[in-house]
């Protein structure tokens, strides 16, 4: 089975920085490199001609779709590939890449896993960027330019892969993601102006609010994207789900646990396999203590979130990343409170060895003790066989010395001082213990440790 000649087409303009990273993971799959220029001042163009990729020049127009149209215009292959200088073709897909070009589809979904400014993969979108070339395939809009509209006019055939693309954009200074920002908010104002029922365009002015801090602000521009008429409207269900979720991840930060649910709920309806909505409406029942029904749709988010990562296909556009024991943890919670200890235990197990989760576990645990939740000191116990650390023996110490049970306070504060002997705390405490338990002699030993420390509160 040969591959179908592939062109790369892509619009750049000053992108020394990214642009080689970009060539460099196309090089063996595209058949040929074309490269539309908007006016480059830096190495841009030297670094294309490296990749011997045909280059051509356009003047900016304030318009994606024109300079993305003029790409796809010079183009000799049966299929194109899309790809900005900021993003990259991730390795290995050169198999898969061959099978769905020989398929009889029109245009392929890829994965965009978008990097936050910590490089840790934060959002995925999905995005039609392989896509035949046929004269009807065009880009439309002034930013954040489709294809999808003109193949669904035309009846054209789309389906999802599992092909992946990263995109390091976002994790750029903030100095650069305003200019960014600043740039795009202008072109979308004008494309409203243009079409006022441009659904999404008022989508992605929303989201710029929201990314630049005006949040609220940004929640009524998506409110406006969604309450377009269907029938006008230019969003699909997948990206309607993903607004539902970005406006219910507002009313639970605002606390506003119910109406945060409703929103999730639509969204789930939309597009079942999707990790966010099933995610927040457990967070939004757990407030409510609901802690049964939570517990439900952690279960499902855990379950699509690994489905999602062996490859299968989002029903959303836009979908959160969260850690696998981020749900385990929050599962752990759930089973706590519902007094299944054997379930709980399961996903405590999963958490434990993650230092953040771990110190998250027994900061619950001890707030559970303090509301008087007689089995979070035995879960305390157990852990501190599973993963003995300097924490939770000071902790059940703690415990212990409240308790007046000072032979166990006095064992755990021994235990604590094996892991940390410089702590004046630990040791000032399991003095003060053995003088309650009347044992002078080994008080003493304990606290004359002092007199060689300087600059101790305990002495």
């Given at each position: 089975m040969n591959k179908p000649k592939l062109s790369l087409c892509m619009i750049v303009k000053n992108e020394e920085k990214f642009l080689p990273g970009c060539l460099e993971s196309v090089k063996n799959i595209a058949d040929e490199i074309i490269i539309v220029d908007t006016g480059s001042t830096d190495k841009t163009i030297e670094i294309a001609r490296r990749y011997n990729a045909k280059i051509f020049h356009l003047d900016w127009k304030n318009d994606f779709s024109i300079a993305r149209n003029?790409?796809?215009?010079?183009?000799?292959?049966?299929?194109?590939?899309?790809?900005?200088?900021?993003?990259?073709?991730?390795?290995?897909?050169?198999?898969?890449?061959?099978?769905?070009?020989?398929?009889?589809?029109?245009?392929?979904?890829?994965?965009?896993?978008?990097?936050?400014?910590?490089?840790?993969?934060?959002?995925?979108?999905?995005?039609?960027?392989?896509?035949?070339?046929?004269?009807?395939?065009?880009?439309?809009?002034?930013?954040?330019?489709?294809?999808?509209?003109?193949?669904?006019?035309?009846?054209?055939?789309?389906?999802?892969?599992?092909?992946?693309?990263?995109?390091?954009?976002?994790?750029?200074?903030?100095?650069?993601?305003?200019?960014?920002?600043?740039?795009?908010?202008?072109?979308?104002?004008?494309?409203?102006?243009?079409?006022?029922?441009?659904?999404?365009?008022?989508?992605?002015?929303g989201i710029i609010k929201i990314l630049t801090g005006e949040k609220e602000n940004g929640i009524e521009w998506l409110k406006k994207a969604i309450s377009i008429q269907k029938e006008k409207s230019n969003l699909g269900d997948s990206l309607l789900a993903s607004i539902y979720n970005i406006i219910g991840k507002y009313e639970l930060q605002n606390e506003r646990y119910q109406e945060a649910i409703d929103y999730f709920v639509k969204s789930s309806k939309l597009a079942p396999t999707q990790l966010t909505s099933y995610y927040l409406s457990g967070i939004a029942h757990a407030k409510l203590s609901n802690f049964h029904i939570a517990k439900n749709f952690f279960e499902i988010a855990l379950?699509?979130?690994?489905?999602?990562?062996?490859?299968?296909?989002?029903?959303?556009?836009?979908?959160?990343?969260?850690?696998?024991?981020?749900?385990?943890?929050?599962?752990?919670?759930?089973?706590?409170?519902?007094?299944?200890?054997?379930?709980?235990?399961?996903?405590?197990?999963?958490?434990?060895?993650?230092?953040?989760?771990?110190?998250?576990?027994?900061?619950?645990?001890?707030?559970?003790?303090?509301?008087?939740?007689?089995?979070?000191?035995?879960?305390?116990?157990?852990?501190?066989?599973?993963?003995?650390?300097?924490?939770?023996?000071?902790?059940?110490?703690?415990?212990y010395q409240i308790n007046g049970e000072l032979e166990d306070a006095v064992k755990n504060l021994e235990i604590a001082l094996n892991f940390k002997d410089d702590d004046d705390e630990i040791r000032y405490n399991l003095g003060m213990c053995l003088v309650g338990l009347r044992r002078f002699d080994e008080a003493i030993r304990v606290l004359s440790d002092f007199k060689v420390r300087e600059n101790s509160k305990f002495f």
């Open positions: 003029e790409s796809i215009k010079h183009s000799t292959g049966e299929w194109i590939l899309v790809l900005d200088a900021d993003e990259r073709l991730n390795p290995n897909q050169e198999t898969k890449l061959k099978k769905y070009l020989n398929s009889n589809f029109d245009a392929l979904y890829v994965k965009v896993i978008n990097l936050g400014k910590d490089g840790k993969p934060d959002v995925i979108n999905e995005y039609p960027r392989l896509f035949r070339k046929k004269d009807w395939i065009k880009f439309e809009g002034r930013i954040h330019e489709q294809i999808t509209p003109s193949i669904l006019r035309n009846c054209g055939k789309i389906a999802k892969t599992d092909i992946t693309i990263t995109h390091l954009g976002y994790a750029q200074s903030d100095e650069i993601m305003s200019k960014k920002y600043e740039r795009n908010l202008n072109l979308l104002l004008e494309e409203i102006k243009e079409n006022p029922d441009n659904a999404y365009a008022y989508y992605h002015i379950k699509n979130l690994k489905a999602i990562s062996n490859g299968k296909s989002l029903d959303v556009s836009l979908e959160n990343m969260v850690e696998e024991n981020e749900i385990h943890f929050k599962l752990m919670i759930c089973y706590f409170k519902l007094g299944n200890y054997q379930r709980m235990k399961e996903h405590l197990l999963k958490v434990i060895h993650d230092e953040i989760l771990y110190k998250a576990t027994i900061d619950f645990l001890v707030e559970e003790y303090k509301l008087g939740v007689g089995n979070a000191i035995n879960v305390l116990k157990e852990i501190s066989t599973i993963k003995p650390s300097f924490e939770i023996f000071k902790i059940l110490s703690g415990i």
